[in-house]
């Protein structure tokens, strides 16, 4: 279908029927904190690495046998408080998933929703054993990959929550883009995922191990320059794939806020370019780590909103939508194309 012939729905600025549930307003910013904790507890993960402190505490879930918290001694009290504090930011994200739980239960919203919710908060109970699962393997290399690599699918889950919300839950499900951008948009997020893997055996065969005790004994086999290089050509395969999406966009008549997400996403992604090659002259110093893992959350979530945009739920062109979530917020708009 030409996206050309698709104009965004009007709303009707009469006043909405009252309803006892949250706001769509108030739902989006709940799925916008836990979008954010999503994506902030990686770059704590990361600065846990980058310090050495992967073992500060060395069991699960105590932090040492016989006691929950650091104890004066067992290890230095600095990676200790970190890996520490890691942990209990964990109890943050599942508070932020379980209100995001809580509001489109309370507001009825449809199915599609309550699974985002649910499916974000079942995996930060996976990610919590994973984690677990790192501490009892040494920070093996590829159990610290495998540690990283669900925080971008809950990353991606939390953008599709967030972009998601903001539908009528009546709306009549139309895809936005032709067939061939969206083939092309599955083919980008492919290259995506490859770049995210590649980063972390880039990061498995570096110097970062997570623990200074631990130093280069179970990292992964290979040369880390000549990885970096196999990642960094993922990453122009991938940039390249994005902006023919975002040309085609254009040359199809695409809605203005898949084109501005596009050049948005096509920014992050230069920024993380950036920050990589950066990394790759300076032989990776730690410091550089926090940000590179920080972009790798923001550029997932803004490859997910892009996508999110292909297939919206587009309300009736009156605005009389029967949707539960759009009473009671009259300001908030539905998909905006």
């Not at 699960?60 to 930011?89: D, K, T, Y």
């Not at 501490?135 to 690599?149: E, N, P, R």
């Not at 122009?236 to 794939?241: E, N, P, W």
Request: proline share 5%; charged share 10%; glycine share 10%.
């Amino acid at each position: 279908m030409s996206t050309a012939n698709i104009s965004s729905p009007q709303h009707s600025t009469a006043p909405a029927a009252p309803t006892t549930g949250p706001s769509v307003k108030t739902q989006r910013i709940v799925a916008l904190i836990l979008l954010l904790c999503q994506g902030g507890i990686t770059v704590s993960g990361s600065i846990v690495r980058v310090t050495g402190s992967g073992l500060g505490c060395v069991t699960w879930p105590n932090c040492h046998p016989g006691s929950l918290v650091p104890i004066q001694g067992a290890a230095p009290m600095l990676h200790q408080a970190i890996e520490f504090g890691n942990r209990l930011l964990t109890f943050v994200v599942a508070a932020a998933a379980i209100a995001s739980i809580v509001v489109v239960h309370k507001a009825q919203r449809r199915k599609e929703l309550k699974v985002y919710a649910w499916a974000g908060l079942a995996g930060i109970f996976v990610q919590a054993l994973i984690g677990a699962l790192s501490v009892v393997l040494k920070l093996s290399w590829w159990s610290v990959a495998i540690h990283f690599l669900p925080s971008m699918v809950l990353v991606w889950i939390a953008a599709m929550l967030f972009s998601r919300i903001n539908e009528p839950d009546d709306g009549t499900p139309t895809r936005l883009f032709p067939a061939a951008v969206r083939t092309l948009a599955v083919v980008a997020t492919v290259a995506l995922s490859i770049v995210l893997l590649t980063g972390t055996f880039v990061t498995g065969s570096g110097t970062h191990s997570g623990d200074a005790g631990v130093g280069m004994e179970g990292r992964l086999g290979v040369d880390t320059y000549g990885m970096a290089i196999i990642h960094a050509v993922c990453m122009y395969v991938y940039l390249a794939l994005t902006l023919i999406v975002v040309f085609l966009l254009h040359r199809t008549g695409a809605p203005k806020v898949a084109k501005k997400a596009g050049w948005v996403l096509i920014a992050c992604i230069v920024i993380q370019w950036a920050i990589g090659v950066t990394q790759f002259y300076l032989h990776i110093p730690r410091w550089t780590v926090p940000f590179h893992v920080g972009m790798s959350s923001v550029v997932t979530a803004f490859t997910a909103l892009l996508w999110a945009h292909g297939l919206r739920r587009v309300g009736n062109e009156d605005g009389t939508t029967a949707s539960t979530a759009q009473r009671g917020d009259e300001n908030v708009p539905a998909a905006q194309g």
